[in-house]
């Protein structure tokens, strides 16, 4: 297990600037729930971003449509607009150099199409935001 220290490191976000890492995945998947601790302790490591887990399963209306063939699937957002969404290699080192090049990018960004900005408006309704 990876300490946060030695995790690539995530550029801070700006107080309000809502950028969003949401993990797709089923309790039943036991990739997922070896991924879990690792997502919790990026997500501890910086918490100007906010991190949310949802099982698609349990939260069917929060993943509507979407058909997630691979676990897990990763929605990334600005806060305004889904950046990323598709499948990424359980590892905390490559979730956090995909959030540091969407930040680095981020002004410039075309999004990542309808199908992951209407999932990201479910999140966001979903979870309070």
């Known amino acids: 297990m990876h300490s946060p220290a030695a995790l690539p490191e995530i550029h801070p976000a700006a107080p309000g600037s809502g950028w969003w890492a949401v993990c797709l995945c089923a309790g039943w998947c036991g990739t997922c ?9 990026l997500a501890r490591a910086h918490p100007g971003m ?9 939260e069917s209306e ?9 676990f897990p699937t990763l929605l990334i957002a600005d806060g ?4 990323f969404l598709g499948p990424l290699l359980p590892q905390a080192p490559v979730l956090a150099r995909l959030l540091t090049s969407l930040q680095a990018g981020a002004p410039s960004a075309a999004g990542a199409g309808g199908e992951a900005q209407e999932l990201f408006e479910r999140v966001r309704a979903a979870r309070g935001a």
């Open 50 to 58: 906010r991190f949310e887990w949802v099982d698609i399963e349990d």
């Open 33 to 41: 729930r070896d991924y879990q601790p690792l997502f919790d302790e």
């Open 62 to 70: 929060i993943a509507g449509d979407l058909d997630v063939e691979t």
């Open 80 to 83: 305004r607009r889904a950046l």
